[in-house]
Protein backbone atom coordinates (compact mmCIF):
# COMPACT_ATOMS: atom_id res chain seq x y z
CA UNK A 1 0.00 0.00 0.00
CA UNK A 2 0.99 3.52 -0.48
CA UNK A 3 0.44 6.97 1.27
CA UNK A 4 -0.68 10.29 0.87
CA UNK A 5 -1.84 13.22 3.40
CA UNK A 6 -3.16 16.16 2.26
CA UNK A 7 -1.33 19.81 1.04
CA UNK A 8 -1.41 21.85 4.37
CA UNK A 9 -2.83 25.06 2.03
CA UNK A 10 -5.76 24.40 0.67
CA UNK A 11 -5.91 23.23 -3.20
CA UNK A 12 -9.60 22.70 -4.28
CA UNK A 13 -11.87 25.10 -2.03
CA UNK A 14 -11.54 24.66 1.51
CA UNK A 15 -10.88 20.89 1.69
CA UNK A 16 -7.26 21.29 1.15
CA UNK A 17 -7.47 18.16 -0.78
CA UNK A 18 -6.38 18.75 -4.92
CA UNK A 19 -8.55 16.04 -6.55
CA UNK A 20 -5.96 15.48 -9.42
CA UNK A 21 -3.37 15.16 -7.15
CA UNK A 22 -5.08 12.22 -5.76
CA UNK A 23 -6.33 10.85 -9.71
CA UNK A 24 -2.73 10.88 -10.75
CA UNK A 25 -1.03 9.21 -7.50
CA UNK A 26 -3.96 6.40 -8.12
CA UNK A 27 -3.67 6.44 -11.77
CA UNK A 28 0.17 5.69 -11.80
CA UNK A 29 -0.12 3.13 -9.67
CA UNK A 30 -2.97 1.21 -11.39
CA UNK A 31 -0.82 1.74 -14.75
CA UNK A 32 2.04 0.67 -13.10
CA UNK A 33 0.22 -2.62 -11.61
CA UNK A 34 -2.94 -2.66 -13.92
CA UNK A 35 -5.63 -2.79 -11.86
CA UNK A 36 -8.46 -0.95 -12.80
CA UNK A 37 -8.91 2.64 -12.47
CA UNK A 38 -11.65 5.66 -13.33
CA UNK A 39 -11.18 9.19 -13.19
CA UNK A 40 -14.16 9.94 -11.84
CA UNK A 41 -13.68 7.90 -8.77
CA UNK A 42 -11.90 10.45 -6.75
CA UNK A 43 -13.98 13.84 -7.64
CA UNK A 44 -17.65 11.83 -6.95
CA UNK A 45 -16.07 10.89 -3.69
CA UNK A 46 -15.22 14.04 -2.59
CA UNK A 47 -18.42 15.62 -4.20
CA UNK A 48 -20.63 13.07 -2.29
CA UNK A 49 -18.73 12.79 1.14
CA UNK A 50 -16.68 16.23 1.19
CA UNK A 51 -17.06 15.96 5.09
CA UNK A 52 -14.37 13.19 5.21
CA UNK A 53 -11.78 15.25 3.36
CA UNK A 54 -10.10 17.83 4.52
CA UNK A 55 -6.94 19.44 6.77
CA UNK A 56 -7.94 16.85 9.13
CA UNK A 57 -7.78 13.87 7.68
CA UNK A 58 -5.29 11.34 5.65
CA UNK A 59 -5.66 9.44 2.34
CA UNK A 60 -4.17 6.03 2.33
CA UNK A 61 -3.72 4.60 -1.43
CA UNK A 62 -4.58 0.63 -0.80
CA UNK A 63 -3.04 -2.31 -3.31
CA UNK A 64 -4.35 -5.83 -2.77
CA UNK A 65 -2.88 -8.31 -4.91
CA UNK A 66 -4.90 -11.45 -5.63
CA UNK A 67 -4.78 -14.67 -6.78
CA UNK A 68 -6.49 -15.40 -10.50
CA UNK A 69 -7.23 -19.57 -10.20
CA UNK A 70 -5.93 -21.10 -12.93
CA UNK A 71 -8.68 -24.19 -12.27
CA UNK A 72 -6.20 -27.05 -13.10
CA UNK A 73 -4.00 -29.00 -11.37
CA UNK A 74 -1.15 -29.39 -14.23
CA UNK A 75 2.50 -29.13 -12.61
CA UNK A 76 3.36 -28.07 -15.22
CA UNK A 77 1.13 -24.91 -15.61
CA UNK A 78 2.14 -21.47 -15.51
CA UNK A 79 1.99 -19.96 -12.53
CA UNK A 80 -1.73 -18.37 -11.61
CA UNK A 81 -2.09 -14.66 -12.63
CA UNK A 82 -2.19 -11.80 -10.21
CA UNK A 83 -4.97 -9.60 -10.08
CA UNK A 84 -4.72 -5.93 -8.57
CA UNK A 85 -7.47 -4.21 -6.72
CA UNK A 86 -6.64 -0.20 -5.70
CA UNK A 87 -8.60 1.80 -3.72
CA UNK A 88 -7.85 4.69 -1.22
CA UNK A 89 -9.01 5.39 2.49
CA UNK A 90 -9.99 8.50 3.80
CA UNK A 91 -9.39 9.00 7.46
CA UNK A 92 -10.65 11.99 9.41
CA UNK A 93 -9.13 12.54 13.07
CA UNK A 94 -10.40 13.64 16.23
CA UNK A 95 -7.53 15.69 17.42
CA UNK A 96 -7.64 16.81 21.19
CA UNK A 97 -9.10 20.15 22.08
CA UNK A 98 -5.43 21.24 22.78
CA UNK A 99 -4.34 20.08 19.59
CA UNK A 100 -6.85 21.36 17.58
CA UNK A 101 -6.73 25.29 19.20
CA UNK A 102 -3.06 25.22 18.06
CA UNK A 103 -4.03 24.35 14.33
CA UNK A 104 -6.49 26.41 13.02
CA UNK A 105 -8.46 24.91 10.68
CA UNK A 106 -7.80 21.38 11.66
CA UNK A 107 -10.48 19.17 12.54
CA UNK A 108 -12.51 20.07 15.73
CA UNK A 109 -12.70 17.04 18.63
CA UNK A 110 -16.07 15.97 17.87
CA UNK A 111 -15.79 16.10 13.83
CA UNK A 112 -14.58 12.53 13.08
CA UNK A 113 -17.38 10.92 14.95
CA UNK A 114 -20.32 13.38 13.70
CA UNK A 115 -18.95 12.61 9.71
CA UNK A 116 -19.69 8.90 10.60
CA UNK A 117 -22.94 8.82 11.85
CA UNK A 118 -24.51 11.42 8.67
CA UNK A 119 -22.76 8.87 6.33
CA UNK A 120 -24.56 5.91 8.30
CA UNK A 121 -27.82 7.56 8.86
CA UNK A 122 -27.44 8.42 4.60
CA UNK A 123 -26.92 4.56 3.66
CA UNK A 124 -29.87 3.25 1.93
CA UNK A 125 -30.70 0.24 4.33
CA UNK A 126 -33.57 -0.87 1.88
CA UNK A 127 -31.39 -2.79 -1.03
CA UNK A 128 -30.67 -5.67 2.17
CA UNK A 129 -31.66 -6.68 5.83
CA UNK A 130 -28.08 -7.38 6.47
CA UNK A 131 -26.58 -3.72 5.54
CA UNK A 132 -29.58 -2.22 8.05
CA UNK A 133 -27.81 -4.87 10.66
CA UNK A 134 -24.55 -3.79 10.14
CA UNK A 135 -25.08 -0.07 10.40
CA UNK A 136 -27.42 -0.54 13.44
CA UNK A 137 -24.47 -2.08 14.87
CA UNK A 138 -22.00 0.54 13.67
CA UNK A 139 -24.58 3.20 15.24
CA UNK A 140 -24.08 1.44 18.57
CA UNK A 141 -20.49 1.07 18.88
CA UNK A 142 -19.97 4.91 17.71
CA UNK A 143 -22.38 5.63 20.15
CA UNK A 144 -20.92 3.47 23.21
CA UNK A 145 -17.34 4.82 22.81
CA UNK A 146 -15.27 7.32 21.89
CA UNK A 147 -14.27 8.63 18.29
CA UNK A 148 -10.52 8.65 17.76
CA UNK A 149 -11.01 8.60 13.87
CA UNK A 150 -13.56 7.75 11.05
CA UNK A 151 -12.64 6.39 7.76
CA UNK A 152 -14.08 5.20 4.19
CA UNK A 153 -12.73 3.44 1.98
CA UNK A 154 -13.61 4.09 -2.23
CA UNK A 155 -12.87 1.78 -5.32
CA UNK A 156 -10.82 3.91 -7.71
CA UNK A 157 -12.52 1.67 -10.23
CA UNK A 158 -15.68 2.61 -9.98
CA UNK A 159 -17.18 6.25 -10.53
CA UNK A 160 -20.39 7.19 -8.47
CA UNK A 161 -18.26 8.40 -5.11
CA UNK A 162 -20.20 5.09 -2.86
CA UNK A 163 -17.94 3.81 0.10
CA UNK A 164 -16.97 0.40 0.35
CA UNK A 165 -15.97 0.17 3.52
CA UNK A 166 -16.79 2.38 6.47
CA UNK A 167 -14.57 2.71 9.89
CA UNK A 168 -14.85 3.54 13.37
CA UNK A 169 -11.64 3.64 15.01
CA UNK A 170 -11.92 4.04 19.36
CA UNK A 171 -10.53 3.00 22.69
CA UNK A 172 -11.91 -0.02 24.16
CA UNK A 173 -11.43 -3.33 24.39
CA UNK A 174 -12.77 -6.65 22.15
CA UNK A 175 -14.78 -7.34 25.50
CA UNK A 176 -16.09 -4.48 25.79
CA UNK A 177 -16.85 -4.40 22.05
CA UNK A 178 -18.59 -7.72 22.44
CA UNK A 179 -21.23 -6.39 24.23
CA UNK A 180 -22.59 -4.13 22.11
CA UNK A 181 -26.20 -5.16 20.20
CA UNK A 182 -25.66 -7.07 16.90
CA UNK A 183 -21.92 -8.04 17.99
CA UNK A 184 -20.81 -11.13 15.34
CA UNK A 185 -21.37 -13.96 16.72
CA UNK A 186 -17.86 -15.10 16.14
CA UNK A 187 -16.34 -12.03 17.68
CA UNK A 188 -18.06 -13.46 20.80
CA UNK A 189 -16.50 -17.24 20.70
CA UNK A 190 -13.01 -15.75 19.42
CA UNK A 191 -13.05 -13.85 23.49
CA UNK A 192 -11.35 -16.75 24.68
CA UNK A 193 -8.71 -17.01 22.42
CA UNK A 194 -7.95 -13.04 22.68
CA UNK A 195 -7.94 -13.59 26.14
CA UNK A 196 -5.44 -16.79 26.09
CA UNK A 197 -3.03 -14.22 23.53
CA UNK A 198 -2.96 -11.68 25.26
CA UNK A 199 -4.77 -9.66 22.71
CA UNK A 200 -7.49 -6.59 24.08
CA UNK A 201 -7.36 -3.43 22.79
CA UNK A 202 -9.52 -2.73 19.25
CA UNK A 203 -8.01 0.04 17.23
CA UNK A 204 -10.78 0.10 14.52
CA UNK A 205 -14.00 -1.58 13.56
CA UNK A 206 -15.23 -1.85 10.22
CA UNK A 207 -18.18 -2.58 7.88
CA UNK A 208 -18.11 -3.99 4.82
CA UNK A 209 -20.48 -2.51 2.59
CA UNK A 210 -19.12 -4.53 -1.27
CA UNK A 211 -20.11 -8.06 0.06
CA UNK A 212 -23.62 -7.60 0.22
Known amino acids: SNGAAPAPDGGSGSSGFRPEDLSAALAALAEKHGAAFCEDSVRDAMRKHGDFFGPGSFVQLRLARRQKSSGGEDENEAEPEADYQLNFRVELLSFSRLYASSCAGFAAPREAGVTLRRTLAELDTMKTPVLATLRTYLFEVWDRFPTCASGA ?3 SGRSGGNPVKLWHFGRHTAKQLSSVKGAPK ?7 VFHQHG ?3 VFCTGIDLDRL
Open 186 to 192: ALIAKLP
Open 153 to 155: DFD
Open 199 to 201: LSR
